[in-house]
C-alpha cells in the first residue's frame, strides 16, 4: 500500500524534477517508509512506500523489469501473488514484481487472475512506448488523472496532481451541484473540471502518439439473478466469505480488525480467527454517547471466541481544527460525518500494526441499508395505480401531522411523485432532498430540473444494487476508509469486497438478501452459525457520531461566523437565508415540521465543507 504519482509528457517542456519531489510528498502519509523515483525522455514516477509485503528494499518502486524495459509503480495488494507465480522467475518474495513480470509473460490477460485491491501504471518501453493504467473491480484503491496537451498525470490523491500542473482547472460546476445533495463528489468525475477517476475494473491502454485511452475489461459486476436455491446461496456465501477473509491475512506484518457491534465485522473476525496460526486482534473505538457505543457488543463478540481485542478512546481537545484538517485532506468537498470516528479508529489502530481488515460494504453486497427495503416497495407503489390513492391520503395525512412524523409523510410524498427509479433512489440518498415542497422557502440557487436522472430500463432491484454499489460505495464509503486510513499511513482491507465474493452475491436474487421485514438475510443466517442468536438481531446503529453534541457550541459558532461572511462561494448553489434558517433551527423545535437538529448539522457539515474547500483551492497555486 503507498502512493503514486507519474507524468507522462506529450511536451517536451516537461515538469522539473524539484517540483515533481515536492508534489511527491504531499503523498508522505500514504508511505512514510521510503520513497524513489525514475524518468526518462517520456515519462516520470513516483512512489511512496508503506511496507507490507516482502519488507526489503529489493521490493521498492518504481520497479523495473531484468531487461530494464518495463516499468511500474502500484498502490494495493495483490493476495493470491504466491499462487498466480508459478513460472515466473522472480527476484523478490512481492506481489508488486509479480504483477510485472506475469504482464510481461502473459500480457494484460494476466490481470483477469489478479485478486487484492489495485492501482498501477505500468510503461512498456518496448512497444514505442505503451502505457497501461488500472484499477481493482470494486475502486477500493484510488486513481486519479487528467490526460491533455500536457500530458497524462495520475496519483493516488488530487493533491499530489495540481501541483504539476500549468493551468489550474476549473471548478466542476455540475459534481459540485449534485454534492449539495449527496454529500460526496460522485466519480468519475471530480471536482476539478477535466481530472477524472479511473473507472473500476478495467485495463487501460495508450501511446504517446494515440494518447485517448483504450479500455479491456478486467472484472466487472453482473447483477442478473442466478438460478440458485436460498440454501445454497447461503453455503456458497459462507465459503466465499472464509476465503476473502483468509486472502485478506497475507502480509508480512501484523494484521489486525476492526471490530464493531455489527453482523459484518464480526464475522470477518470470526473467519479471520479460525485461520491456521491467526493472531488477529479486534479494534473497538468507544464513545461516550451510548446509543453510538458498540464496544460492550464488541467485547462480548471476542469473549464469545476467546479472541484477542482490545478498545480504544476518542478523546480529542482541538475538535474544529481536527475538523478543518480532515476536511481539507480529502482534496475535494466532502460531508459524510463517519470520516471522524473512522479517523479515530485508523489512528487508534496504527499503535498495534500497519493492516487493518474491515467489515465494509458487506450492506451494499447483501442488500444491508433501509433503501434496500423501503426503495422497491415504494417503486411498486410508484408505478401502479396506487399511486395517486396513496399521494392523495399522504396528504391528508400530513395535514394533521406534526414534527418528524409531517417530515417523513411529506418525504414519502415526494418520493411517490418521482419521474424515474433513479430520480427516486437519488431523492431517498439526499442531504438536500432535490424537492422545493421539503423546504420553508427554495433554497437552491439552480434549477432542480438540472439533477434530474435518465430512466433506467434494467430489472428495478438490478439497478438498487448498482447505485449503491457503484455509486455512493466507491464515491463515499471507500474514499472515507482509503483516505483516513493512509492519513495514518494504514493499509485497510476489504474481504466483503473480494472479486469472487461480491460477483457471487450480487447475483444472489434480491429476495434472499433482504425483504420488507428484514436486512441481510443471509448474513444473519451464517452470524447465528458462530455467534449467540440473539447478537444476530441487534439495531445496526452505523458507524458514526453525534455531529450536533461532538462540535458543541463554541465550534458551531466559529463555523456560522465562516458561513455568514458576505462574500461566499456556495451562494452559487444555496441561498445565505437557508444557511441562517438552519443555524437558528439547531436550538428551535418549532422548525421540526422541516427540519431536525441532526439534519440541520448534517445540511450546514455539506455547505461548510464545500465552502472551506474553495477557499483553499482559491488560494492555491498550481506550480
Known sequence: MCGILGHIFYDPQHVTDLRFEKALNTLTHRGPDGYRTYSDENIRLGHRRLSIIDLTENAAQPFVSKDEKVVMVFNGEIYNYKEISDGLELRTTSDTEVLLEGYIQYGTDFFKRIRGIYAFTIYDKRKDPLYIVARDPAGVKPFYYINNEEGFVFSSELKAILPLLNIRPEVNDEVLKNYIHLGYCLEPDTAYAGIYALK?????????????????????????????????????????????SKRNMVADVKVNIALSGGIDSSLVYAYANQQENSNVTGITIKFDEKEYDESLVAEAYAKHLAAPHMIESTEVSNKFELLNSLLLHFDQPYADSSFIPFYFLCNAATKHSKVLIGGDSGDEIHNGYAGHKMIPLLESIRGSVLKYPSIFLLGFLGSMAK?????????????????????LIFYWESWFPPDERMYPFNPFNYDLKELKRPGSGINKFDLIEKRYLEGRMISDYLRKSDMMSMKNSLEFRVPMLDEDLTKFSLRIPYKFKSDRKQSKKILRYLHKKVYPEEFSALKKKGFTIPLDTWLGQENLNKMKDFLLRKEVFYSRYIKQDYVKYLFEAIGNPSVSEFISRPSAYQRLLVIYSLELWYQNYSQQNTH
Open 200 to 244: 473500476p475494473g478495467y485495463c487501460y491502454t495508450f501511446s504517446k502518439e494515440a494518447r485517448e485511452l483504450k479500455k479491456t475489461e478486467i472484472l466487472t459486476y453482473d447483477y442478473s439473478d442466478q438460478n440458485i436455491s436460498e440454501s445454497e446461496a447461503a453455503m456458497q456465501t459462507e465459503r466465499l466469505l472464509m476465503q476473502a
Open 403 to 423: 414534527g418528524e412524523k409531517k417530515r417523513f409523510i411529506r418525504k414519502i410524498k415526494g418520493l411517490l411523485k418521482s419521474d424515474n427509479l433513479d430520480n
